[in-house]
């Protein structure tokens, strides 16, 4: 049995196929992960070992996925992402839980986050808190969010999306969710949330009068509609009354 740190090199063979299990109860043990350009085969052809999940963690692949699809490489902090052997949970940005297992927070508003949001956001799966607000990331919510059942906390306010957000009515226990200054067109109805925390600042949209869109959005639920361009906040079932820009 071989045991150790994988060498980093291996995961920068360009084309190779990288084989460390020897039989089925002999193989590759390492008290760390891999490397992680090995378990997201950036450049090598195949590693027999990828479905491990202690070598290579579905959180980590899912993080790395989430930063090359918002171009990373342009955010303005990306302290330790991407690093090699850094656990991901002290990636600018994440949160893990306790045992730095699993992410519990991933907090990135105002990082020069861009490109699109990946579909592995919903790998993230005992995700709490999820912060991309004051961004430019375009494209469609990706249904797949609806996949974090733990989230309590979502702000993707201030970024450049567009189409629907139907995944969104799969996150039962969301207490706040903002998406105000995007163009997303097709609101859930989102009866689950409880105000009882954020009040009226729970549910935040671009819907109501005067607006950027040919029709204006619905939003049967909100709690608060702001108007697109000047981003001043209304309610959206009472009598309409200027409230603290979230911005």
Not at 44 to 69: G, H, I, K, M, Q
Not at 139 to 153: C, D, Q, R, V, W
Request: include cysteine.
């Amino acid at each position: 049995m071989f045991t150790g740190t994988i060498p980093s090199q291996l995961g920068q063979l360009e084309g190779a196929t990288v084989l460390l299990k020897l039989k089925e109860d002999n193989f590759y043990n390492s008290s760390k992960t891999a490397p992680l350009g090995l378990c997201t085969l950036r450049s090598v052809e195949e590693f027999d070992l990828v479905n491990d999940t202690a070598l290579c963690p579905v959180e980590r692949n899912a993080l790395s996925d989430f930063y090359t699809s918002t171009k990373g490489a342009e955010w303005t902090d990306s302290t330790n992402w991407l690093d090699e052997y850094t656990r991901y949970c002290d990636w600018n940005g994440v949160t893990c839980d306790d045992d730095k297992q699993h992410v519990t927070e991933l907090e990135l508003s105002n990082n020069g986050l861009s490109g699109r949001l990946s579909k592995s956001i919903g790998d993230l799966t005992l995700m709490e808190v999820l912060d991309l607000s004051d961004n430019d990331i375009k494209g469609s919510i990706p249904t797949e969010i609806g996949e974090l059942a733990e989230l309590t906390y979502l702000r993707l306010s201030y970024n450049a999306f567009t189409g629907t957000a139907e995944g969104l009515r799969e996150l039962t226990k969301l207490q706040l969710l903002q998406l105000q200054s995007n163009r997303i067109t097709g609101m859930p109805i989102m009866t689950q949330l409880d105000i009882s925390k954020y009040n009226e600042s729970t549910f935040v949209t671009d819907c109501g009068v005067p607006s950027a869109f040919d029709e204006t959005p619905e939003c049967q639920n909100c709690t608060m509609c702001c108007e697109y361009y000047s981003n001043v906040a209304q309610f959206a079932s009472s009598v309409p009354t200027p409230l603290t820009n979230f911005h």
